[in-house]
């Protein structure tokens, strides 16, 4: 950030009260002390004549920020304007100016807001705010980064670093399953068709997943969801729209294929055909003769499931 803060040459507006002769020797003093290169001397100078004169508070302020004490400075900044009736312009910039070098994007972006809410072809603070509002958009940006670094971090994290049954662990071992980055590509329906995975497992790895926000298929069904969006959308040119949206419970199935279909969460004629027949034959006691009551079905409608491809 190229922002400088005003160096306190400038007249300070906003009230300052009638300085006591005490008051202007402490500023001379201050003064004195600072062109000698003293500057923790006239900080010390100042500490007794702030209180009085707005001037000599800007003046502290604008020191101590160049010391380093940005917290007494950013102090110092907002009192000023809170005993001030129209707060100066430049104790508003130097103040946006530190919440900026510190990353307090809303703070600084506000400080500029009262400049420009009063004056708003103030060329300098138009030109902090579009910096400012440029740092927001970065910082929201690393956020973002950060963000999803920790989360291909947790997928990432083997299955075998969680809590689980030996049985539990087995299955989705054979199953490939070694991340919870796999793990969420797969659905209750996949684990419990497999030899071996029973309720017990699928109750302990569903509470796993629970503790951390997260649920079987989830990342499979937000790719599938996109999907089945899209073809949503191809199969209106081949049936009408209360072809498509005729539930499935209207139609000719066997108990056993339409409990499967519930299990998948088909509800329709559409939802059926955004399907694939693997997914339809993953489904425990799905088999074939399931499988041909669904295809004769939709080839009644001119549809078919979905293809892989």
Excluded: W
Excluded at 49 to 78: C, K, N, T, W
Excluded at 210 to 224: F, V
Excluded at 264 to 276: H, S
């Amino acid at each position: 950030m190229s922002q400088q803060s005003s160096n306190g040459l400038d007249t300070v507006i906003g009230g300052a009260a009638t300085a006591s002769v005490d008051t202007q020797q402490a500023i001379s003093e201050a003064t004195r002390l600072e062109s000698e290169g003293d500057r923790a001397g006239a900080i010390g100078a100042l500490r007794a004549a702030a209180p009085h004169d707005d001037s000599a508070a800007f003046r502290l302020a604008y020191l101590l920020d160049l010391v380093g004490e940005e917290d007494e400075s950013i102090q110092m900044y907002e009192d000023l304007i809170a005993r001030q009736n129209r707060p100066s312009i430049n104790v508003l910039l130097n103040l946006a100016i530190l919440h900026e070098d510190r990353g307090e994007i809303a703070a600084a972006e506000r400080c500029l807001r009262q400049i420009l809410d009063t004056n708003p072809n103030h060329e300098r603070a138009r030109l902090f705010m579009h910096d400012v509002r440029s740092s927001k958009d970065m910082y929201y940006d690393e956020e973002q980064a950060r963000d999803m670094a920790k989360r291909s971090a947790l997928m990432d994290t083997p299955v075998t670093d969680f809590e689980l049954s030996v049985r539990a662990r087995n299955c989705l071992k054979k199953m490939q399953i070694r991340t919870l980055g796999d793990l969420l590509k797969v659905s209750e329906s996949e684990l419990l068709s497999y030899k071996n995975f029973g309720e017990t497992s699928l109750v302990e790895i569903n509470q796993m997943l629970a503790s951390k926000g997260l649920r079987l298929g989830q990342s499979l069904q937000s790719h599938h969801s996109r999907m089945r969006e899209e073809i949503y959308e191809e199969l209106k040119s081949k049936a009408s729209e209360a072809v498509l949206n005729k539930p499935i419970t209207q139609l000719d199935f066997s108990v056993r294929a339409r409990k499967a279909l519930q299990l998948l969460g088909v509800q329709t004629i559409a939802d059926l055909a955004t399907r694939t027949e693997a997914e339809l034959m993953g489904v425990k006691n799905f088999g074939a003769t399931s499988l041909d009551e669904v295809n004769e079905v939709l080839t009644a409608y001119n549809l078919q499931l979905r293809n892989l491809d």
